[in-house]
T-cell receptor, first 114, second 116 residues
Framework: QQQVKQSPQSLIVQKGGISIINCAYE??????FPWYQQFPGKGPALLIA?????SEKKEGRFTISFNKSAKQFSLHIMDSQPGDSATYFC?????????????FGQGTILTVHP | GAVVSQHPSRVICKSGTSVKIECRSL??????MFWYRQFPKQSLMLMAT?????????EQGVEKDKFLINHASLTLSTLTVTSAHPEDSSFYIC????????????FGPGTRLTVL
């Protein structure tokens, strides 16, 4: 129930295209859903995060869509660039005794071809 | 955003030795830090939660006697891998929570540990 399932495992997109990564969860106590970008040999960097009281959040080229009833959320990268090539992780956190502890998805390796 | 540093960035040691990894919050005070382990091409797995001035809370399956965590100040947490073995070779990453009331975390750059 603590799992966050992420798909696809890898994604290849042409420059200028839209990259879409999906995540699904079971634990209805999750109330914070961040997305992280990680380059090889580096730590993850927070891209954007959402709470379940909104259905969409946009920051620049990055948009999170959130479907509370389906327990799914997705990351959309508009106008994908070669510099976006990295591994992307969704994550989720519940409050209470799990406050602050992130459960990560399996990761998606994004490759943007020039 | 808040900056978290780790030292060293990479370390190679012989089997049986102990290695200490430092995690520092550079421009904020972190009452809580988290330690993760990441194997190649895999996701991050939470090892333990480190609270300043108290004992760390370890996730199920993580040996607390092998992975010693100390959070002596609001800006420094350390992870010591004791009697390291080749299977401990991994990428160790810490994160720090900026505000007690926030879920937002900032991650360090990671430490690559190789045990020969």
């Amino acid at each position: 129930q603590q799992q966050v399932k992420q798909s696809p495992q890898s994604l290849i997109v042409q420059k200028g295209g839209i990259s879409i990564i999906n995540c699904a969860y079971e634990n209805t106590a999750f109330d914070y859903f961040p997305w992280y970008q990680q380059f090889p040999g580096k730590g993850p960097a927070l891209l954007i995060a959402i709470r379940p009281d909104v259905s969409e959040k946009k920051e620049g080229r990055f948009t999170i869509s959130f479907n509370k009833s389906a327990k799914q959320f997705s990351l959309h990268i508009m106008d994908s660039q070669p510099g976006d090539s990295a591994t992307y992780f969704c994550a989720a956190n519940a409050g209470g005794t799990s406050y602050g502890k992130l459960t990560f998805g399996q990761g998606t390796i994004l490759t943007v071809h020039p | 955003g808040a900056v978290v540093s780790q030292h060293p960035s990479r370390v190679i040691c012989k089997s049986g030795t102990s290695v200490k990894i430092e995690c520092r919050s550079l421009d904020f005070q972190a009452t809580t830090m988290f330690w993760y382990r990441q194997f190649p091409k895999q996701s991050l797995m939470l090892m333990a939660t480190s609270n300043e001035g108290s004992k760390a809370t370890y996730e199920q399956g993580v040996e607390k006697d092998k992975f010693l965590i100390n959070h002596a100040s609001l800006t420094l947490s350390t992870l010591t891998v004791t009697s390291a073995h080749p299977e401990d070779s991994s990428f160790y990453i810490c994160s720090a929570r900026v505000w007690t009331s926030s879920n937002e975390q900032f991650f360090g750059p990671g430490t690559r540990l190789t045990v020969l």
